[in-house]
C-alpha cells in the first residue's frame, strides 16, 4: 500500500505556521514522525527559495533518512531525500542542502560550510530504538563494551579497566549533541523528536495531528502507549 500524503491545506497551513513563528529553535514534539519531516522539510524548501544558503539535515542514522526517502508525507520531500541519501549535497536553486548523522564521523561534509552562509537546520531523531545500529557507534555502547578486552596484560599490572575516551562533543555539549553543536552557529532549528526534551528550544504543535491518546470501543488507551499501526498506515 503506498504512502498516504499529507492534505494539502494542513500542509500549508503548518508550513504557514513554522514561517510566522519567531521563535529561533523549534522542537516538533508530537508522535507523527513522517508528516512532521513532510511539514518542516516543505518549510525549509521555502526557506531557501527566499533566503539562500547552506541547509542542514541532520538525521538520527542512515537507516532512518532511508525510512524518510519512502514515507514522507509528501512527493517532493520523498524524492528531493531519495537523491540526498545519495550525494548528501544537493543543489536547489540558489541554495544547498547537506546531509550527515548523529553519528561524528559523518559530519565532514558540514564542517567545511562557512558558518555564515549556514541559514537553518532540520534535526531528526527516530521515536524508537533502531536495531540496525554500527556497533562502532559510541552512542550505543554500555560500559563494558568501551573497556579494552583484548589486551593481554600480567594481572598485576592492571589497576583500573581502560575505557575510551568520550567524543568531545558529547563531553562539550552533552547527550544532545546533535542540536547543541548546531543551536551554537545555526541561527534557526527545527528538531523533530518524541519523547525528548531540550533546553533553549520551544515545542510547536499542530492542531490537526492528534495527541497520542484514544479510544477503543469505549475504553480510553493510555497516553504511554504507542500503536503500531500509528505512522506507516497514515
Known amino acids: 500500500m503506498g504512502t498516504r500524503n499529507i492534505e494539502k491545506e494542513n500542509l500549508y497551513e503548518?508550513?504557514?505556521?513554522?514561517?510566522?513563528?519567531?521563535?529561533?529553535?523549534?522542537?516538533?514534539?508530537?508522535?507523527?514522525?513522517?508528516?512532521?519531516?513532510?511539514?518542516?522539510?516543505?518549510?525549509?524548501?521555502?526557506?531557501?527559495?527566499?533566503?539562500?544558503?547552506?541547509?542542514?539535515?541532520?538525521?538520527?542514522?542512515?537507516?532512518?533518512?532511508?525510512?524518510?526517502?519512502?514515507?514522507?508525507?509528501?512527493?517532493?520531500?520523498?524524492?528531493?531525500?531519495?537523491?540526498?541519501?545519495?550525494?548528501r549535497k544537493l543543489r536547489f536553486e540558489r541554495s544547498s542542502f547537506y546531509l550527515d548523522y548523529f553519528n561524528l564521523q559523518s559530519w565532514s561534509l558540514t564542517a567545511d560550510i562557512p558558518r555564515e552562509k549556514v541559514k537553518a537546520a532540520l534535526i531528526v531523531k527516530n521515536t524508537s530504538h533502531n536495531p540496525l545500529i554500527d556497533e562502532t557507534d559510541f552512542r550505543y555502547q554500555t560500559q563494558s563494551d568501551m573497556q579494552v578486552t583484548d589486551i593481554q596484560v600480567p594481572e598485576e599490572a592492571v589497576e583500573e579497566p581502560v575505557e575510551a575516551p568520550i567524543p568531545f562533543a558529547v563531553k562539550e555539549f552533552g547527550p544532545h549533541y546533535y542540536l547543541e553543536t548546531l543551536k551554537s552557529f545555526v541561527p534557526n532549528t527545527i528538531t523533530i523528536a518524541y519523547g525528548e526534551n531540550f533546553d533553549g528550544v520551544e515545542p510547536v504543535k499542530f492542531g490537526f495531528i492528534p495527541e497520542p491518546q484514544e479510544t477503543l470501543h469505549g475504553v480510553k488507551i493510555a497516553r504511554d502507549v504507542q500503536l503500531t499501526d500509528s505512522e506507516d498506515e497514515d
Open 14 to 87: 503548518s508550513v504557514k505556521q513554522l514561517l510566522e513563528c519567531e521563535i529561533p529553535h523549534v522542537h516538533l514534539p508530537q508522535q507523527k514522525l513522517f508528516t512532521l519531516f513532510s511539514i518542516a522539510f516543505q518549510y525549509m524548501l521555502y526557506r531557501s527559495s527566499n533566503e539562500p544558503g547552506a541547509y542542514i539535515l541532520r538525521v538520527e542514522d542512515s537507516y532512518l533518512a532511508e525510512k524518510l526517502a519512502r514515507k514522507a508525507k509528501d512527493e517532493t520531500s520523498r524524492k528531493f531525500m531519495a537523491r540526498l541519501l545519495h550525494t
